[in-house]
């Protein structure tokens, strides 16, 4: 009978019990049937009959019932190549997980090589490159371990394109700095890229040092598909020979097939050694241009025609994913020819004399005074390219917020303009040069320029199936409604319903490419027009949109979370916009949501909850500072955490202020990027406010802050004064500077009362207008204009007459 641990670890192996029952130290029988064990004893025991019968050596068992290898605890195979096999395996001495790749018998006749040129990779040390922990020989087989890092890879792993620009450029700098150590790869594949937390460039099993091979003189290593031209005919390679693989992995991305196919892998090497592969954009013209142009550059049969560094690579991927030119050049005419002539002298000298007689006069395409439809090409390029780099810009969110490159935009938009104002441009490119400039302008936060520019797609796209458009803009719209529906500020909610109606009717009526589509936005319809009524055959309707395979989860879940919202059940809409996130982490919207739903779910009442809303609206922030949506989101977070006496602060709150604290570094990044916001500069006045009103509560001095506040919040003013809120946040400044002054200062109640006048001029029947105006009349001691004042925010909002019922008995009292 086996010992209990290897049954354990079979069973493990065969997904019968968990990982923490493998790892109990109780009996395998305590977990496992009778009918388990026999099977595991009779597995056991056939491995030991071979053995014994001398059929196959213990070495050679490993490959079929691996256990135990060395010192290693073998769990179960993860994959194979590169002249082995990888393991998962457990490191009894350091208690951890590892992937142990064990070579073939014979792959290396030298181990102390083989071990001193491990050292040299186990040395190399780069986020992106699986760290090798450990490296010998047990049974005559040498063998290294490394980080295991999961079993997900690009192999069988669909990205979209700019996400996987994102995780190519990436692998290009950790092959640069093998490269700089004198370490080339040579087996770059989808198997070798690991999907981790980061990307990750695993088994350099066959990778080539500067002074010697990994593997045996003369061997030709890699894998067909992916092997460049000087390593199929067996030549001397370097660092261009990654470069060349990096390509494929590109090629393939672009093109959804690899460049050469074939019966064998001898076919596969000679045609990659001597043939040219199909361009990507002839497979699949959907192709970026700019993206074709990188891959045939790195794929260049000679090294020196490649790039020279995979620095140099990855430097153009992240040109392209951020709008911006490209170093690589397609080949000329000329290069091209002389290509033609390397593969097919004796052909090309017959083709010369046809093609110089065509360009001589004239009729030969590439002559520079026949160029039909050159314009129309030009335009198809620049919008077809710009589209695509404004759709994949988004991946830029999944980034670090100060990593994210608002340039990219302005530069796609900057060449998009002068191609837009063509008069000859079809009404085809015309709509979708105007939708893709909608698209960065909504990103950018400029909602009125967005509206402008579908405008314009819409006229353009008349006559075509443009709902896309429409709905569009009944989205942007939407926002706006939400907003000023929750914020209470409702004067233009009625006007902004009826655009949102007409929208989604118009959507409908010029149709939709997509059924999905067309479906959502009836179910939009239908709320809008029947309201309350409609609202659970709305969310059943959704809940039937978001099962649809392959469409955006994200969007059902966040327009869910937000008919839930506005019925209040704010625990359901909470879960909707986490799920929102969760499926497109660059969801500003769907944070702005949760943090709404979090900051009304107990009336501002719990402290938990209004701090995690606070964390997610700063994140919305960092994000993307220049959306305008989450900076009045943040003030009206600020304005509703207001609830306490400036004069008589009882709950300090350090948790809240180092929040607040943090939020005002992302509003400030946001004010260097849009200093002429009048969103950002009420809500910078606002974090402000409530930084000051922190402070006080905590015996601290909030003079700097109030004085800042009031600083953005004239600001804002000077931009926009016709709305209430920055009025009713700089009269709360003003007041809170008063109050810090002993005696209490006059200059600053004095222009307190100016700007709280202003604030019920615009919004009488705002409560916190009324009350703030009530802390400024207590402390200029007119205390029953305080009370007065009190008394009418009671009326308007009565849930605050607890609290301020002290204060107005107080101010009676001193009446």
Known sequence: MADDSTFLRAALERGWISRKQAESGRPAADFLSPEQLRELETGRSLASRVLEAGLLKGGDLLEAAPTRFGRYEILREIGQGGGGRVYLARDPELGREVAVKILDRGSFAQPERFRREMGILAALRHPNIVPVFDAGSHDGRPYYAMEYAGDRSLAGTKLPLPEFTRVLEQVALACHAAHEKGIVHRDLKPANILLSDRPLVADFGIAKTADADLTETGQTLGTPHYMSPEQAEGREVDARTDVYSL???????????????????????????????????????????????????????????????ARAFAEDLAAWREGRPVSARPPSLRERAAALVRRHPKKSLVAAGALLALVAVGLFPGSRDFIPGRRLERAQQVIGDEARAIEGWQVNLYKPAKEISYKALEESLARLEPVLGWEDLTPVLRRQGHAAAARAQLF??????????????????????????????????????LREALSKGDSEAPRLKERVLGDLQAALDAGFQDEWWRDFARALLHLARSGERAVEATLRELDRLGAVEGKPVEEVAKMRGDLLLLLKRHDEAAAEYRKAAAARPSYVQAYNGLALALALRHRGEDREDVHEAFRVAFQAIDLNPRYEASYFLFAWLCRGTLRSSPRDLARADPA?????????????????????????????????????????????DPGPAAREAAGSLAAAIERDGRRYEPWLALGAAETLLAANQVPVGRKELERAERSLAEALERAPRSAPVHRWAGYRHFLAGRFADAAAAWRRAVELEPGLAEELRPDIDEAEARR
């Open 247 to 309: 390509g494929v992995l590109l090629y393939e991305a672009l093109a959804g097939r690899r460049p050469f196919s074939g019966t064998g892998a001898l076919e596969i090497a000679r045609k990659v050694a001597h043939e040219e592969p199909p361009r990507p954009r002839a497979v699949d013209p959907g192709a970026p241009r700019d993206l074709e142009i990188v891959t045939l550059r790195a794929m260049a049969k000679r090294p020196k025609d490649r790039y020279p560094t």
């Open 444 to 481: 950018m936060g400029r909602t009125s320029d967005a509206l402008r520019e579908l405008d314009r797609a819409i006229e353009a796209g008349r006559g075509q199936r443009n709902g896309e458009d429409y709905l569009e803009r009944a989205r942007v719209r939407w926002e706006d409604l």
């Open 656 to 700: 809240a202020l180092a929040l607040v604290e943090s939020a005002l570094a992302s509003l400030n990044r946001g004010i260097s990027l849009r200093p002429d916001s009048y969103a950002l500069r009420v809500a910078h006045g606002s974090g402000c406010v409530m930084k000051a009103h922190l402070l006080a509560g905590m015996g601290r």
